[in-house]
T-cell receptor
């Protein structure tokens, strides 16, 4: 079975400071990893994905994520946070060995709050 | 390109009733997935359809069902509603058939309240 852990319910950061939202995963094979963001009363919006290759993945709105196979982590980062980045962030995983299909397992979400 | 469209946005139903939610995927997308989002359980996978066939199913009771039409539009149905079915129901479409490496594109959801 595949699973995702987001250990922090909330992360607070000052605008202009770097931010990190943590994610660890568990799959039996190699993972497909995704980050999504959700604004109030909206659906999830795709930020970035790791499929294979370079461990540093760049995505939308200046976000990036670092894949670490030995630590089974996929932390989301941004060098300089904006107040508009305040939202709920979800990490998701899919096991490549899972066969066909798009079933994703999501973490519990991390609320990011960026303050002036 | 238009995004994923879910209708209606809000629904209020009474226990015991049934409800049908609709989802129109992005044009050209043949995979449609449904997720339930609640504060207590988070995001949980309901089922996925591809070319009118259910390809994956989550751990939900048989009261939850779905289907996909030849134009890729999908509906999900919940019968005999319970209070615990109150949730945001999210539909997502994807462009790839079986690789699973394409991101899901989500609609804004249908907020179901059961009283």
């Amino acid at each position: 079975a595949q699973s995702v852990a987001q250990p922090e319910d909330q992360v607070n950061v000052a605008e202009g400071n770097p931010l990190t939202v943590k994610c660890t995963y568990s799959v039996s094979g190699n993972p497909y990893l995704f980050w999504y963001v959700q604004y109030p009363n909206r659906g999830l919006q795709f930020l970035l994905k790791y499929i294979t290759g370079d461990n540093l993945v760049k995505g939308s709105y200046g976000f990036e994520a670092e894949f670490n196979k030995s630590q089974t982590s996929f932390h989301l980062k941004k060098p300089s946070a904006l107040v508009s980045d305040s939202a709920l962030y979800f990490c998701a995983v899919r096991d490549k060995k899972g066969g066909g299909g798009n079933k994703l397992t999501f973490g519990t979400g991390t609320q990011l709050k960026v303050e002036l | 390109k238009a995004g994923v469209t879910q209708t209606p946005r809000y629904l209020i139903k009474t226990r015991g009733q049934q409800v049908t939610l609709s989802c129109s995927p992005i044009s050209g997308h043949r995979s449609v997935s449904w997720y339930q989002q609640t504060p207590g359980q988070g995001l949980q996978f309901l089922f996925e359809y591809f070319s009118e066939t259910q390809r994956n199913k989550g751990n939900f009771p048989g009261r939850f069902s779905g289907r996909q039409f030849s134009n890729s539009r999908s509906e999900m149905n919940v019968s005999t509603l319970e209070l615990g079915d109150s949730a945001l129901y999210l539909c997502a479409s994807s462009s790839r058939d079986a690789a699973g490496d394409s991101p899901l594109h989500f609609g804004n959801g249908t907020r179901l309240t059961v009283t």
